[in-house]
């Protein structure tokens, strides 16, 4: 309550601990669930139970079977679920795509994604390090990288993955054909930048990026003793703003979000056999989410 109460104060709103207290609420309209993953399932189902659209945060839960219980839901109560799959909206996995669509680098034959850090240890009751709760890095981490990959590659035929602990390489077979590579790890020291990488080969070209090339402004200042570090962004906008205007314009306009539940499902289907194959060695075929 404490915490919910200091937030409040800064936002302007009213803090609670109730969620009664949100779902009783007339101007109400639409949850945030920003909770651990395990719980995704039980609040979205009282949302949509009181009529409320739902935000949900990624993964869209921890299985195939909650998931399709979200969506069907959020589908009987007829209300909007939108799962925040954000790299979708940053600026640089935008331009990507959009050069990827365009031809300029030929047909993509091999693509390589690295997303990296410290263990996330900010996590309320360490809650990451119980993969019931979480899924350890390939669920939560580089879920991130194999979603933007199949909206913007197409789908999965097959997945291979091998595991040490924090760490994880999956392999991707696309149905195009191609092949790619997506690493993920929790195991850098603490203090660790929060590293991402992108390769695309293709035909006709080579497309790069990593966010220590292209990192934001910095100040670092003395503000009346304290030490204060900042940045700016040189994006156009926060990635994260993004997806939140485009579920209010889906809300507003009657529109089927980009990142809507069916696109959760699938792309959890592909990081739940990821894990699986990690766990037996052996490479898993996809024949499409179901529950």
């Not at 609040?43 to 139970?49: L, N, P, Q, S």
Request: hydrophobic share 40%; charged share 25%.
């Amino acid at each position: 309550q404490e915490r919910a109460e200091r937030l409040a104060q800064l936002l302007g709103a009213r803090a609670t601990t109730r969620l009664e207290d949100v779902l009783g609420d007339s101007l109400v309209q639409a949850v945030d669930i920003c909770l651990p993953t395990d719980l995704h399932r039980p609040f979205t189902e009282r949302a949509a139970a009181a009529g409320k659209h739902v935000f949900c945060e990624k993964p869209i839960s921890i299985s195939l079977q909650d998931a399709r219980a979200m969506i069907d839901a959020c589908r009987h109560a007829g209300v909007t679920l939108m799962v925040g799959h954000v790299l979708r909206f940053f600026h640089e996995y935008q331009a990507a795509r959009a050069l990827v669509q365009s031809g300029r680098i030929g047909e993509p034959k091999v693509i390589r994604a690295t997303r990296a850090s410290a263990f996330p240890r900010w996590g309320s009751d360490n809650w990451f390090a119980d993969e019931t709760r979480s899924g350890g890095p390939i669920v939560d981490l580089i879920i991130h990288d194999i979603d933007w990959i199949r909206w913007t590659f197409g789908e999965v035929r097959r997945v291979f993955a091998k595991r040490n602990g924090n760490y994880a390489l999956v392999t991707l077979r696309l149905e195009s054909g191609a092949i790619c590579h997506v690493e993920g790890s929790w195991a850098h020291p603490e203090g660790s930048p929060f590293t991402t990488k992108l390769e695309i080969a293709g035909t006709g070209g080579l497309y790069t990026a990593d966010n220590q090339s292209t990192i934001p402004l910095h100040i670092r200042r003395d503000a009346d003793g304290q030490y204060v570090h900042e940045t700016i962004s040189p994006a156009p906008a926060d990635p994260y703003a993004l997806e939140l205007a485009h579920f209010y314009q889906c809300l507003k306009n009657g529109e089927r979000p980009l990142t809507h539940g069916e696109e959760a499902l699938r792309t959890l289907e592909v990081v739940l056999a990821a894990n699986e194959s990690a766990r037996t060695g052996k490479p898993v075929t996809l024949g499409g989410a179901t529950a």
